[in-house]
């Protein structure tokens, strides 16, 4: 009898650990400011994101012939990025942002195979990419109005991409260099309407190109959309911080996603200055790097857990700075919202 009841005390012990610890791994500490984001495996709370690389490509045929349905050989791709993937893992990130648009390599089919064998949350987009001197814009991009562009991109985020029910997390656009034309400009307007429907945010490679930048600024102005619904790609190529810092403190997303081994010194001289200025809350750190590009060797993404973020602690950074720009940043700045405006 006594035996009786010690085995069942002890069965109520394991049975409400194994609920607390399933509950808590259902859910991670909600916090107050947590919004959605679609991954390929559908829908998570943004407090699940962990640490993000917010612009890599796990794989894509950038410089090849513009594609419908891009053709990957898939055994040698699984190969090469699985293996680099669960690495990173191990390294400490939890989710990729993949910036590999349509007709330029985008197959979510695979990213969501890649994401289970990987075990790392990968979201993908919808938009069209204006750089490249315009290679990758397809005919009916040129035919349509930006109303019909964003109904299709709209559609893909309500009923999903390519005949999947994968939603994009995000909207991936481009400006080629030098003065903005039509057809970049038209991208845009309908990637705004596009946000105004969904709350999806705008990823909108830049670079150097302030043009560019005054365009989009003043076309979420006058679609009324705020600025943190906006990340500025490629920001790094900016010599000159006094522009970005203006930006940033309006409240776009200063997106520095060049890093590599070989640049980490410059990161961290930047990444101070940013911090003198209060500014750390609106920078987002990436390599863009590739996984799979075109079937040739991995352009890493590794240097920021293996490289960066040591030299970032040991000159003086706090963890719960690095948790800024590496958790909390790309929570605020992916998260889906219409409210952005
Ligand atoms: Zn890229």
């Not at 750190?285 to 075109?294: E, I, M, T, V, W």
Request: hydrophobic share 40%; charged share 25%.
């Amino acid at each position: 009898m006594f035996l009786d009841m010690k085995k069942r005390t002890l069965k109520y012990f394991i049975a409400v650990f194994l609920l607390s610890f399933y509950s808590y791994c259902q859910e991670p500490n909600i916090s107050k400011d947590s919004t959605i984001i679609h991954t390929v495996h559908g829908t998570i709370n943004s407090d699940s994101l962990g640490y993000v690389l917010s612009h890599e490509h796990i794989m894509s045929n950038f410089g090849a012939e513009p594609d419908n349905v891009a053709v990957y050989d898939e055994v040698e791709l699984f190969k090469q990025v699985i293996p680099y993937l669960k690495q990173l893992k191990l390294a400490g990130v939890h989710s990729i942002f993949d910036c590999t648009t349509a007709y330029f390599g985008r197959r979510v089919d695979l990213l969501k195979k890649i994401s289970d064998f990987s075990g790392i949350h990968i979201i993908t987009n919808t938009g069209i990419y204006g750089a490249a001197n315009d290679k990758y814009i397809p005919q009916m991009a040129y035919d349509a109005d930006a109303t019909s562009l964003s109904k299709i991109w709209t559609e893909e985020f309500q009923k999903g991409i390519d005949g999947t029910t994968i939603k994009p997390g995000f909207i991936k656009l481009a400006f080629d260099a030098g003065p903005p034309s039509e057809i970049d400009k038209k991208l845009f307007e309908a990637g705004v309407l596009t946000h105004l429907n969904t709350g999806l945010t705008l990823a909108v490679h830049t670079g150097n190109n302030p043009e560019a930048v005054r365009l989009q600024l003043a076309l979420l102005k006058k679609y009324d959309v705020d600025q943190s619904a906006w990340i500025w790609v490629h920001a790094n190529a900016v010599e000159n911080d006094a522009l970005l810092f203006e930006v940033a403190t309006k409240g776009a997303w200063i997106s520095l996603d060049g890093v590599k081994e070989t640049s980490v010194q410059d990161y961290l001289e930047r990444l101070k200055r940013f911090r003198e200025q209060g500014l750390l809350n609106k920078v987002l750190l990436s390599h863009d790097g590739n996984g799979f590009p075109r079937g040739g060797e991995i352009r890493k993404f590794d240097a920021i857990p293996q490289n960066l973020i040591p030299m970032l602690i040991s000159n003086g950074f706090t963890e719960k700075e690095v948790h800024q720009l590496m958790v909390e940043n790309p929570k605020k700045a992916f998260g889906i919202i219409k409210s952005k405006k």
